[in-house]
């Protein structure tokens, strides 16, 4: 059973760029870097680390990754996979560093997932006290912060389509679905959790990468880091926002980092059970008040996305 | 397979004064009123209430209910209890308000819990258009406003013996424990979902009932709601708070209704799968860091209960 | 001595959709409605009124309204405007609601400006108690709310000549100016309390009228009320924001009303005292970094103004 | 004329401590440090500095600073303490850094207050263009932070001849009084300016010091300011709040350094003219809803004061 998303691993073009605008601006926490991979997490995870960011050329998507319950789901959704005529690999315990042993698929649509069960929890106590497990890190006391990963958006060349590998095989759940006036999805919101989604779909001509995103606390923390963006000069970062989703209920803010990745920092959402049908969203509500509650349009770059890349293979694993 | 928690039933004293303070002053959004019973919900649930008042001399509790994946697991519910000895009674569709068939069972640690798996949603559409679906109502734009049930606090008497039927039984998740000493749990914080509780369980000499929660949005929601209670000249009514746990990292504040029970109104919370070990919180520790992170400690008052009411019989159903 | 804006007048097409719009979604507070006009305020204010919305064919600007610190200063600021051979009248008491004596003159920009000494406070105290003073009006939980009274924004076709007559000869003080690439000014902040403005002077062809502001607590509240106008399916009346200004540091949100009136609903702000020099913005920051710090730009829209209409003759006064 | 309060002076026993407190947790923003002396402002204050700290053995207030319109005022101020047969003292400009020529006095209430026009300003551009002029500063992201001092509660032996000093002869207005059951005021709110108050002046046996306060952003940052004291474990800092005044109507916290000095965060308040008569709270009133209009009690350790420390001499000038 899969639980939730639990990384990506996103490309960029310039590590040490990345690393003063996750970590020196944003306030990602630093799990650790080492050859041209700098891995973090927001501050409230226990998870020590859900996101990679690569040197390789960025923007770009290599791959997402998924908790199961227990271990044996990884041969479960192998054959699952295999029945499916889709490539399997099983990469050993430490390819990804304080991971278990993963299975990685390569999707229907064109994307590539890893599934994994083990993932290290950074130790909570220190001296044997509770040390701000789950909180704002004392030790990194700025930034906004992010607290912990949400969601990962995909474009996919059949939402409908998808929806069968996704949801009928995978037992994803849509919450939220914004048809088309042929009533064929055109954007589904699915999960595993009971928040709105872990994965977006959103239909395009090809397979990629639209945006990730991490929570954060309240509408402050969006405003402080639209400040901070502002502050430091950045402010041509912020794609859209901060403003109201209809979809999801979120408060959000669309951010470009220095490869052109595409970060989404969101509050807010909801809890609702898998099991209820999805809320559907009909044009021409959509573009007004599915998008933007608020009415502002997104600019034209928001339909700008980036390529998937080839994962690293274990011939060139990560020691 | 337990979902969460769905509803309290909790009993007032005077249904007028009740829906002045429920729905007049905090802004909870009414279900029905019929008869001595006045049934709410937050503003961004779908279900279409959550919360019980009951006129029959409060303060007080009379059970918790908890949705179960499928219906089929009344059955293997009510099996389980009569294994163990404890008294079930089956109710029909409709003994609730827009529920499905009930499974009632005594819990071995005092309490009453009601399953139900079909709990009718409203209709979020008007017009076909979604209309304001968990989100804040227009219909009702006062109030703080709450979004949605979040826990019942229970007292046991003995904390230890309540963990073996919550969590080894029925598949509850311990996601915090206050450990006393010797090494024994004091108060608990269960869950059937990824945040913080569906459940505390609190150790005390008789079954009682200390609380039940709402989620708020964010702080911004506590200060209104504070300053709604000063401005009505209630701010006696707020027995702790705002103020951060420690526990649960959740923003909360703890008011007195007018019958005497303990609502919690509280933001903030985390994430964590069911499989984690729990976070284990030691004395000294708890009382100045684990309850109130920001130093302030609860007043004598905080350690009062409510008794355990008899729910009513089949005989007297509510039509 | 002027002390600060006290009142604007703001003409509408239709007082029951203004009243919808200002009172019922808003939440700013009632005085008093007599025939074609609505008189309104802040929550958070003591001066009895401090909006006036008349009907007669809006969207559209009459005057606005400064408070001075004796009645003398009415003398003074009559023949100061005199000399300047501008047109001045005076009004008796109770002309505009419990007012005292009025001094109207014409600007020599192409404004009606009103000075006045008595404005009357509602009473603070009921039963010999407090109720409420300057705060969250209990009789009016509903709404954003709108604290108090901000600034007006007057389009002048000669921001320099315009600083001769309220700077030099009013004694206001200019907190920020954007300077074109001659270093003539474009806009003006200008003020007689610490805050940043009282009056913003912008350049165009003709006197006109662009917005006027009330001040809102904080982020949150810019948050609630854009979420009240899309929950009223009202977001198109959304023109810009809620975003962070460069210039005066504010978090805004500008909303048109249903005359097409611009209101800004501001929060943040700053103290400086009068004496300071200018903060002074020059191209190309200004439209990045003064108008939008966080970086999206103001629709096409925000350069329309509305025009500055006749007040009404004493002749057919108010009685 | 006197426009506002411009600095306090606080004595500390340990100035690394005062350093890491001030500083590294809260986030003010230091303008030096030299010998025993830290200069620090709020992140918003173009004033150079406005909080003295000195290491001689603290906690204890040396004088409170007012800023003048016109060093003209310094004369006229120096004789009007002459006609009341009070001490007073011309300092050179330099004498405190930053500053013009200095006028000190003793207050006929125990006091020493210094009077100045000369403030120098940072320098708000950088490179020519504004850099974040009265914002939160890209240099110092952490903290909470202090964006302006707001104001300094003296304890008098009697508030009643205090105010005939203060407001009488000096100009100040009162905004807000508490007043005893014989009707003489028990703690009065004074101002220059239009917020609630630049001093509090609050009845005791022996003039002494009750605590300074700097102005945050909202809610939020109170929040963030006391999860960054939890986080650090030094939640015993926190003596009352965050919660809501009634007098003032600010969300506030009091907070002790580490040298016992009692710092309150300040978020909020209004604006009134000077010339509107004080708002007043009668027992009973006052201490459920005048100092906490959320209804939970100061502690006792509220009551407490720190003593009046001399001034150095210009003998041992700070050169």
Known sequence: ?????AHVEVAVDDL???HGFYVGLLGFVEHSRDGGRLLLRGCEELDCWSLSLVERGGPGLTHSAYRVAVRADLDELEALHARLGLATERLPAGHEPGHGPLLRVATPDGHRSEFVHEIDEIDP???????LPMRR???HPGGVPPTRIDHVSLRVPGVAESL????DTLGFSASELWLREDEQPHIAWIRRQTRSHDVALGEAPEPAFHHFAYAVA???ALVRAADLLGDARQQQRIEWGPGRHGATNALAMYVRDPAGNRLELYAGDYARDLDRPPLRWRVPDYRLQGHSWWGFPAPDS???TAPLLEPDSPASARA
Request: glycine letters at 8%; hydrophobic letters at 55%.
């Open 164 to 167: 069968r590998y996704w949801c």
């Open 16 to 18: 040490d760029a990345a």
């Open 125 to 131: 106590y220190v001296e044997g006290r509770l040390a």
């Open 137 to 139: 890190p004392a030790a």
């Open 302 to 304: 928001f339909g700008e």
């Open 1 to 5: 059973m899969i639980l939730r998303l």
């Open 218 to 220: 309240d509408a402050a």
